[in-house]
Structure formats: C-alpha cells, structure tokens
C-alpha cells in the first residue's frame, strides 16, 4: 500500500452480507483509498465469533494494524453474524441512528462497531432490513432535500421501498422479486422453455409485461405467471425472450403494487443495470424517476462514523 495513503486513511468501512464482505479503506471526507472483497459472507462463515474475525484479519489485517475505527453493516449483525445488533423501530431518525451501534470485542481489541438494522410494521407482519438503511443514509446526506420526503426504491433480491419523511425512515416495504425471477427462471416449470444462456435484451417483451401487469391492476399474478408458458407454447414470443417477458410481469407487479402508497418523488438507488430495468418499466407506467444512484453504503458507513465523533465531518 502506498505510504500516503496508509497516513491519511481515517476508517475501515465494511459491507458485510450474506454472500460476500467487501471492505474500504476511507480517508477524510470518506474518499476510498483502497476497496478489497472476498466470499465470506455471513450466511457462508461458520464458527461464531473467531470465524468472522479471522475473515476480517484475512482480508485487511494489514489496514486493521492501524488502530482506526471499522464499521460494518449489512448482515454481520442478524442472529446468524457476528453479534446481533437489535432492529431500530420505524420511524427510525437517520442522524440518530449512530446511537444504536453495537461494538464487538474482539480478541485482537479492535475499535468494532456494527450497524443495526430497521423494523417496521406494516400491518399484517413486521418488515425487516439490514445494509439497506446505511445505504439509504448515504443518499439522505448527499441529497437532503429528497431525505424530506423521498420515496427510495432499491431494487435487488429483495427489493425496498423506503419512504423518507422528515430525515427519518418513515416506513418501508420488502417485495422479493429478484429472488422469485431467479426461482422461476431456474426452478420452474417456465424455465424448461428458456435458453440457459439468453444474454440479449428484448425490451419489447419486457415491456409488454410490465403493460400485462398494468392492465391487470395488481391483479392474478399467479395466472400472467403461467402465460409466460403458453406465450412460449405457441411461439408469440421467441425462447430467448421469455425471461425479459416474466422480468417485466414481475417488476411491472411490484411497480403497481408500490406506487399505490409511495409519496414523493422516487429515486433509485442500487446496481445500475438493475435500475435500468426499473426505470424502463417505470417509463411505461408513466413515471419519471427524480435519479438513479450507486453504491451509497461506503457514504452511510463514513456519515456514521462522523456522527459517532470518530473522525471529523
């Protein structure tokens, strides 16, 4: 590592979910003086406490010699990570969630501290996050007029809808799309009809799903699922664009079924190509994003450790 930027480095910032860590080495004002990743996740690390802090030595034992504050995030602090770090009840005040860090001992005596996650009741059962509120304080800070009374929108495996009021989380909504697409394109009776690999993009099936999810308000999902199969049946869509078809049924679904309660403008935060998709369905719907952002998580993580007073704003 170069001398400079050991000198400067203020913080090891660490995203920690279920599949994978990726940790940063931020300097002041949370610039990234240098980034590593592996396939430690939470869910794949067995062996308690000594297992996850070997993971991190592994990793960054050289940055963790420095003696700076690391702060992680993500599902390091469910019941199967590190240690647990209790939910955060919405509405959840974004400037003060650094006051329900949970610090970790470790055998090493490192300056460890964890971010919990939110839960909130959305009637029928609870709703839970964890990595996605770190994610949504990075935003809130960069773009505090949108903290004010946003609607964020964080596509992936399970997507959030995130209403923001106030610089608080108001209330938030879990749709598991990217995990239910993944189980019917590999797992299903309407895989069997799709190429293994159909790398194109056929936005005209995508689009003529979100415009079937439109037109059944919300409605049978269940069965527009099975016409993904007699669409390919009878040869009105070509193989290799039933899976963009069943894309845009599903996230045209959770598209209607979102807006209905979402305030405010919505913006995006998440992977870019997976935003793409969301922005395109919401163009069909008629829908104008207010932005499309990456990574906010490093930006939470560094928000939070100038809260805490570790290093200076």
């Given amino acids: 590592m170069v001398n400079d930027a ?33 396939g430690d996740g939470a869910s794949v690390l067995a062996g308690g406490a000594a297992a996850f802090e070997n993971a991190l030595v592994t990793l960054a034992g050289d940055w963790l010699e420095m003696g700076m504050p690391v702060l992680a995030c993500g599902m390091v602090g469910s019941t199967h990570g590190w240690r647990e770090a209790p939910y955060v009840a919405c509405p959840a005040r974004l400037d003060r969630l650094h006051e ?6 470790t055998t090493a005596a490192l300056h460890l501290h964890i971010v919990p996650g939110l839960i909130a009741e959305t009637g029928d059962a609870p709703d839970v996050m964890r990595g996605e509120e770190t994610q949504v304080l990075g935003f809130a800070h960069a773009l505090p007029a949108l903290a004010d009374g946003a ?8 997507a959030k809808w995130v209403q923001l009021r106030h610089g608080a989380v108001e209330s938030f909504r879990t749709r598991m799309t990217g995990e239910v697409y993944a189980l019917l394109r590999s797992h299903s009776v309407l895989a069997r009809l799709m190429p293994r690999d159909d790398d194109g993009w056929h936005a005209d099936a995508f689009e003529a799903g979100v415009q ?4 059944a308000d919300g409605a049978d999902l269940l069965g527009q699922l099975f016409s993904v ?34 305030q405010g403008p919505i913006a995006l935060v998440g992977e870019a190509a997976l935003c793409a998709r969301y922005v395109h369905a919401l163009e069909v719907l008629g829908v104008t994003p207010a932005g499309v952002h ?20």
């Fill in 294 to 313: 990456g990574n906010t998580a490093i930006a939470g993580l560094w928000q939070l450790a100038v809260q805490a007073g570790w290093v200076a704003r």
């Fill in 6 to 38: 050991v000198t400067a480095a203020r913080l090891v910032a660490l995203d920690w979910g279920s599949t994978r860590l990726r940790a940063w080495l931020l300097g002041q004002g949370g610039a990234i003086l240098a980034e590593r990743q592996n």
């Fill in 100 to 105: 329900h860090l949970v610090e970790v001992r």
């Fill in 229 to 262: 199969r007699t669409l390919g049946l009878t040869q009105r869509w070509p193989a290799d664009a039933l899976s963009d078809h069943l894309s845009g049924l599903l996230i045209g679904h959770e598209l209607i079924a979102g807006l209905r309660t979402a």
């Fill in 151 to 158: 609607c964020v929108l964080m596509p992936g495996t399970h």
């Fill in 212 to 215: 079937a999810a439109r037109r």
